[in-house]
């Protein structure tokens, strides 16, 4: 069955130089990568991609961390990638969320970390299920961002009032 997951290379994974390393890893998924960007990360979209841990200790920390305060790096690189059991497949390529616990053979395991404060630097980011990753993805992507029809859409009329545009 095809599906859709949403990925972040975490602000640790770019300033580690390791995006190379990690997408060359998640060609072994023979997924196809439907949309990918990179991304200056707000704190509300921060905010709501992580609201399910609001109630942590370690939240405020979660959000610095996915905004780049953390690591000088403030962006991540989102990709929705999509094919026959996607989820599955990039979740154990990744290995466990704890990066102590992750395989060594995963990505995770290979590059990730826990720092002296328990923050869990882990590099990147997957979708857990299906329902988890329709959430992420329409909260990273437009519908015109992705170049196949993963869910349904609707065309609205909007009116701009202001715009950055080239100088």
Partial sequence: MNQQALILIKPDGLKKSLTGNILARLSETKLEIVAAKM?????????????????????????QYIQGELHDRRKVMAMI?????????IRQL???????????????????????KGLY??????????????REIKLWFQPDDIIVDLYPTKVVEVTVDKKRVWA
């Fill in 39 to 63: 991304v200056r990360v707000s704190r509300e979209l921060a905010s709501e991609h992580y609201k399910h841990m609001k109630d942590k200790s370690f939240f405020e920390e979660l959000i």
């Fill in 81 to 89: 990638y999509w094919g026959e059991d996607a989820i599955a497949k």
């Fill in 121 to 134: 630097e882990n590099v990147l980011h997957t979708s857990s299920n299906e329902s988890e990753a329709e």
């Fill in 94 to 116: 990744a290995g466990s969320t704890n990066p102590e616990e992750a395989d060594p053979t995963t990505i995770r395991g290979a590059y990730g970390r826990i720092t002296t």
